[in-house]
């Protein structure tokens, strides 16, 4: 079975843009989940969805957005980008169940000029 | 609130030298607990959950809901066992992980 995917791999944009990142699941898993790494702040939890809803956000401002499609891939945005959003984002799949294990993908590193 | 507290930032063993990851949370009710790894250049992934009560490569975790703890142990550490590891509380039922901020283990031969 493929593995989690994430597009692009690296990143570069400037303050003030937006950018749209994507994340294509295990084949078969419902559930995407989008975190963000960073030095200071270690993983932070984004926000969770399973069939094309959203299930759970982490305290991210309104800048941070997602959305899950009928295929499951899921894309994740953020608009008006700041210096701080400089950080490597980590989307992982499952099939669902709050204790089904999260496979995680390989990230996709934003650096914000 | 829900918070996971990793005090080490790094730890530095030598091989066969038994090795134990502190882990706190706090979290009011029945959290799903989780140890995840990151090897170098390579994927977060789990290494074990405390409902499952297993070991996986020799490291074992118990739930102490007394101290609010979920350390993990192996009684002889490898150098492949060098990595970053993570714990990780999920609310029961919910689909929102919180980790710690991580322990760095570095086995010496």
């Known amino acids: 079975k493929a593995g989690v995917t994430q597009t692009p791999r690296y990143l570069i944009k400037t303050r003030g843009q937006q950018v749209t990142l994507s994340c294509s699941p295990i084949?078969?898993?419902?559930?995407v989940s989008w975190y963000q790494q960073t030095p200071g702040q270690g993983l932070q939890f984004l926000f969770e969805?399973?069939?094309?809803?959203?299930?759970n956000k982490g305290n991210f401002p309104g800048r941070f957005s997602g959305r899950q499609f009928s295929n499951s891939r899921s894309e994740m945005n953020v608009s008006t980008l700041e210096l701080g959003d400089s950080a490597l984002y980590l989307c992982?799949?499952?099939?669902?169940?709050?204790?089904?294990?999260?496979?995680f993908g390989p990230g996709t590193r934003l650096t914000v000029l | 609130a829900q918070r996971v507290t990793q005090p080490e930032k790094l730890l530095s063993v030598f091989k066969g030298a038994p090795v134990e990851l502190k882990c706190n949370y706090s979290?009011?009710?029945?959290?799903?607990l989780f140890w995840y790894v990151q090897y170098s250049r390579q994927r977060l992934q789990l290494l074990l959950r405390?409902?499952s009560r297993e070991s996986i490569k020799g490291f074992t975790a118990d739930l102490n809901k007394g101290e609010t703890s979920f350390h993990l142990k192996k009684p002889f550490a490898q150098e492949e066992d060098s990595a970053m590891y993570y714990c990780?509380?999920?609310?029961?039922?919910?689909?929102?992980?919180?980790f710690g901020a991580g322990t760095r283990l570095f086995v010496k031969a």
């Open positions: 992982a799949s499952s099939l669902g169940q709050s204790s089904d294990t999260q496979y």
């Open positions: 084949s078969g898993h419902r559930s």
């Open positions: 969805y399973f069939s094309e809803t959203q299930r």
């Open positions: 979290y009011s009710g029945s959290p799903e």
């Open positions: 405390h409902i």
């Open positions: 990780a509380l999920r609310n029961t039922g919910g689909f929102k992980t919180i």
